[in-house]
């Protein structure tokens, strides 16, 4: 199985999970892993399995993420896999009011990443998942690359 794992991040956060998710995989799968930028929505037809990561920023996918989204063609994603994840604050660990409220009335990254791999064509291998971080930039909640890694080659067996 050729699985692809495309990430976009700031900090470095995003980035230590699409890694780690790639290793998971990595036990049953040839991997690739690629920035947002360095994308090609064309191929990834070649995939079995394409994963897309993006930090959530204001209870949405980063604009470069969004833009890759917005370029697949359609039935770009037919007979492909897909599954999407963000990193996202801790609701609990940053205790903000406003943060929490909103983030419930408004969400995070990886409901409408997944959601648009599927409108391009891709069956969801698993839900949509979310990675913890305690701060705005980080750090990640301890476990959580162990986590990641974790699914990553749950989705792989
Ligand atoms: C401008 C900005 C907006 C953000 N908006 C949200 C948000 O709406 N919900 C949330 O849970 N986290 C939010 N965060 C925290 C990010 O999710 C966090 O920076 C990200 O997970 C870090 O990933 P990265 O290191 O890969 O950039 C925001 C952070 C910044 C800087």
Redesign the pocket.
Known sequence: MKALVVFE???????KIARAVAEGLAAHCEVTVLRVADARPERFKAFDLVVVGS?????RPTEGTKALLKALPAGALQGVKVVAFD???DVKAVNNLI?TVF?GLFG?AAEPIGKALARAGGTQADLPQGFM?LA???PLRDGELDRAAAWGEKLAA
């Open positions: 991040s700031y900090f470095g956060n995003t980035e930090p959530t920023r204001a209870f990193t996202r604050m943060l983030s995070y971080v705005s930039e980080g």
